[in-house]
């Protein structure tokens, strides 16, 4: 018997609920999602105002010179203080652009979780379409007339209880019909 490969039987049920579930999770992942954009966007804020406050005072002290002449403690401090800032001001930076990074990431793992749910709900819903379809075309053949022949049901197949029930009810028109 050849593999039957086509995953959509029936495309209203499978869809609608391929598209029901996913939107459930979309929902709340886009929950999550705002709550995590918002928490990065005001941390980012607040990172770009501490880099400018720090940048003013910095900048402000190397104007100021309270002693009047610069000594070289004074000079020494000041270098020392510039190489902190410079990195403070360097992890900042890092900090800021690893948070939008974030952002980027987790908005491209809630689109490739979509895709694969997607994926497995089209799969699962098609072991419980499959035998639904396979019964609906014997119960016409029924109706025109015909006496289907049914066959087993793959082994991944749902609904296998209800199918073996309608065969035993082919079975049993079948005798009487004899």
Known sequence: ???RTKYLIDKGFQLRTAFSIIG????VSLIILSTIAASVVYNNEKINNIYQIEDNIFQGMQTANVNGQPDEDYRSTVAML??????NLN??????EYNRYLLI???LCVIFQGFILFIMII???HRISGPIYVMSNYIK???NGDMPDPRPLRDKDELKKFYNLFVDLVDS???KHK
């Open 173 to 175: 028109i079948k005798e």
């Open 123 to 125: 799969r699962i819903t």
């Open 105 to 107: 990431a987790l908005i």
């Open 91 to 96: 992890n900042i930076n890092k900090l800021a």
């Open 141 to 143: 053949e029924i109706i």
């Open 82 to 87: 510039t190489k902190i800032h410079d990195n």
């Open 24 to 27: 459930v999770v979309a929902a």
């Open 1 to 3: 018997m050849a593999k």
